[in-house]
């Protein structure tokens, strides 16, 4: 799924760019609200993140600009604003949650989590590696031929995590984090389960990238 973060504090959006990326989203973020508008008007986003206080353009005038751009995305805004005038309006703007600064990055992602429950998002059910080979992001599934195959539930977090991330770097952090959800998994035990991975599938889909991670490259 695909982000747009509108963030102005740069180690707060580092922080929150890292965290979101381990967790399987594809993220654009921007400090700056003009910029955030132009990629909004350019690209399409499951979901935005807007901080409320931004220069040049802050998030809820951004929101009303979209809008009136008949740009209309699921929105959670976060802030260290308390005062309710700019709470109400944030909500009377259509946002689904909001999110006050300071926050832990776990918080974030339960919030995301009940933004699309409340939204009723899925992300593209049908992802394709190969000819024969497709991942159901819906149902985790693995299909080789339309037939699913096999995995452990370790197996099936990679294979869900390299589907989220098609054509992109998955790095040993991004592994550590999503698949074993801990820091302290190193790196050898996590090449000795890339390497059963491998062998269960049928077709040499994953690239190892010495001492940085994999990466799975469509082949069709």
């Not at 951004?62 to 699921?74: A, C």
């Not at 949650?97 to 409340?118: A, N, S, V, W």
């Not at 059910?125 to 190969?130: N, Q, R």
Request: hydrophobic share 40%; with cysteine.
């Amino acid at each position: 799924m695909k982000v747009l973060l509108l963030e102005d504090e740069l180690m707060l959006q580092s922080a929150m760019v890292e965290y979101l990326t381990d967790c399987g989203y594809i993220v654009d973020a921007c400090e700056d609200g003009e910029d955030a508008f132009q990629k909004a008007r350019r690209e399409k986003y499951d979901f935005f993140v807007l901080d409320i206080n931004t220069p040049t353009i802050d998030g809820l005038t951004l929101l009303e600009k979209l809008q009136s751009d008949k740009i209309f995305v699921p929105t959670i805004f976060i802030s260290a604003i308390t005062q309710i005038e700019q709470i109400s309006k944030a909500y009377e703007l259509g946002c689904y949650d909001y999110l006050k600064k300071p926050f832990h990055l776990k918080e974030l992602t339960l919030h995301i989590e009940r933004l699309l429950k409340m939204a009723n998002i899925t992300p593209r059910s049908l992802v394709k590696f190969s000819k024969m080979y497709s991942y159901d992001l819906e149902k985790n599934r693995l299909l080789f031929d339309n037939e699913e195959q096999h995995l452990t539930p370790k197996q099936a977090q990679i294979i869900h995590l390299f589907a989220l991330n098609v054509n992109r770097i998955v790095d040993f952090d991004m592994l550590r984090h999503y698949v074993w959800e801990e820091s302290n998994v190193d790196n050898a035990t996590i090449r000795a389960e890339m390497h059963r991975v491998k062998r269960v599938l049928k077709e040499d889909l994953i690239e190892s990238l010495k001492g940085i991670g994999y990466k799975v490259n469509k082949h069709y």
